[in-house]
């Protein structure tokens, strides 16, 4: 990771649902002030300790689409903070911020958007709203790994499963009703993929399956005080920054029925001069995927003591050069 001053801007990335795990956060929790206080600011606003659920478990109970979300979120978040307080006033600023899904939601309060104790009480709502709409439509998901997008287009014609993520070249994630994805699955296999995969959640995420959640969503936005981004985020549904708390709020209620289009946000934020992805949170998830979109850019993931203290060495040896 070789940060020179004439080559460092910086695109920050946040992981959605599916990265979580019981002990995430706690090392930085215990070493990091800053961490600390988003733990028990995340308490406070929920009112229960969302901190003892992320740190001791029960996983089954962590894995709970309500339970899952806001965690992701808090550690996130408190892997931002560590990060802003080792580098204080060198911290660099973002020339655009954009999450994956849930990750989304992240990239708001670190945009200033909305405040971080309002962030954790909207995706705890929109984890019930989601695992809600699942009980009312059951669906599933699978990734698919090794064909193009052209030849999905095709499949989900043929089977009537949507496209749930675009996540690189030749990964993409189907969503629908789950005999439709076992057939989608099943052509994707004959028609010469690497991988068909599964995935383990509970409910048709990112299509129109999700319709149910919608309007419950508009109404857990629409009193919420909000802001205009003071960085860019490069929206899921859109691949190209909102800029606007109108944008914002039709991301969000959007976003939940459309694809998540990864390949080409990335894409957008490295056209627009991001040489340098910094992913914050449990996951390297995001991290990987960038570096598969494009060999050219430096992506890193920050997610304790260790590799925060580690970029930041690299943030302020280019400061210096």
């Known amino acids: ?25 706690l090392e930085l929790y215990q070493s990091s002030p800053a961490a600390r206080e988003v733990f028990e600011e ?14 001791e478990g029960p996983s089954r109970e962590l894995q709970d689409t309500m339970n899952s979300q806001p965690a992701i979120m808090v550690v996130s978040i408190a892997c931002w903070k560590a990060w802003e307080e080792y580098l204080g006033s060198q911290s660099p600023r973002p020339i655009s911020v954009a999450g ?16 971080f104790g309002d962030g954790v009480r909207l995706v705890r709502e929109r984890g019930r709203l989601m695992h809600e709409a699942s009980e009312v439509r059951p669906g599933g998901m699978a990734a698919i790994i090794g064909l193009d997008e052209l030849a999905f287009e095709h499949i989900c014609a043929e089977t009537g499963v949507e496209l749930a993520n675009v996540n690189s070249d030749d990964q993409v994630v189907i969503s629908g009703d789950k005999i439709a994805v076992a057939r989608a699955m099943d052509l994707a296999t004959a028609r010469g993929a690497k991988k068909a995969v599964p995935l383990k959640v509970s409910g048709a995420f990112h299509s129109s399956l999700m319709g149910h959640a919608q309007q419950g969503l508009v109404e857990a936005i629409a009193d919420l005080e909000m802001s205009d981004p003071e960085i860019p985020i490069v929206a899921n549904s859109l691949a190209t920054p909102v800029t606007t708390v109108e944008d914002v709020r039709n991301e969000l209620t959007e976003g939940l029925c459309h694809c998540v289009r990864w390949k080409q946000s990335v894409r957008y934020m490295v056209d627009s001069g991001a040489s340098h992805f910094a992913e914050f949170g449990p996951s390297r998830v995001l991290s990987s995927l960038i570096r598969r979109i494009d060999r050219d850019v430096e992506a890193f993931t920050l997610s304790d003591s260790s590799s925060i203290e580690k970029a930041v060495v690299e943030v302020q040896d280019g400061i210096k050069e």
Do not use: C
């Open 42 to 55: 995340a308490d406070d606003s929920l009112g229960f300790s969302l901190s003892r659920l992320i740190f």
């Open 100 to 115: 994956h899904s849930l990750g989304e939601y992240t990239s708001l309060v670190v945009a200033g958007v909305i405040g």
């Open 1 to 25: 990771m070789a940060m020179t001053q004439e080559n460092r801007e910086f695109s920050y990335v946040f992981p959605g649902q599916g990265s979580q795990s019981v002990g995430m956060g």
